[in-house]
């Protein structure tokens, strides 16, 4: 339901962004992402499930014209604090609106770029969000995915910690990259790219995080399927080549 978590809820999602271990993973995070999106100045781009608009923030820095949404009234209200913040580097080039994302106020074919950062796994339906993503998109648009790696031993912590204690994971569904892969397959698009990061363990010490550039070295080399985010770059089949 829109709007329906508590008003504290925003300012703890952006806390924890905030801490060590938030701060080196929204970096990665980010970075993977944003190379994959490439925005380009002027283009239209979405932001599926803003949140407080960090991703959001980032693509209207590179020139797009960007509009975040989310189903949460005080994660939007926080996002537009930061805009505002933010303002002489992001300027006309941003806003944010409450919509479901599995219901998008916006046009057929409306945008260049589509992003969605950890939405999927809370989605009630993630075929409806993916069909949402392609009908706002224009045919020779693009799609960023950002997940949480089923397979990464992030995710099976999470598993455990969530039958102890509350948790924002709680209803969340985990996907491999795999699955992912067919998801979007099965739905209208066809991959360009994939990639797995976060393979330093989750622990809030600035002393190991300071490894974590090894970490990642070493875990993308040996384990490339384990990463705890999966970053997928997809674009509608219709870009696909006609076959002879």
Known sequence: MI??????????????????????CLDLEK????????????????????GTGAFTLE????????TGVDQSENMVSLARSMAAQDGQQVGQQVGFTVADAEALPFHDDEFDLVIA?????????????????????????????????SLSPWAWWRRVKRRLVKSSFSGA???????????????????EGLRTLLYFPPVN??????????????????????????????????QKEPSC
């Open 3 to 24: 709007g329906s978590e508590k008003p504290e809820f925003a300012e703890k999602y952006n806390a924890w962004y905030a801490s060590p271990l938030g701060r080196v």
């Open 31 to 50: 970075a993977a992402v944003m190379d994959f999106a490439a925005a380009r100045p002027g283009e239209k781009a979405l932001d599926i499930g803003c």
């Open 59 to 66: 693509l209207a820095r590179r020139g797009a014209n960007t």
């Open 117 to 149: 950062v950890t939405v999927l796994c809370f989605a009630a339906e993630p075929v409806r969000l993916l069909r949402e993503s392609l009908r706002v998109l224009k045919p020779n648009g693009r799609l960023v995915l950002g997940e949480l790696n």
């Open 173 to 191: 569904r985990f996907f491999s990259p795999k699955k992912l892969a067919a998801l979007l397959l099965e739905n209208g698009f066809q991959i």
């Open 205 to 238: 010490s600035s002393l190991l995080l300071r490894q974590h550039r090894f970490f990642e070295r070493v875990g993308g080399r040996i384990l490339p399927d384990r990463g705890a985010f999966v970053a997928i770059q997809a674009v509608p089949e219709t």
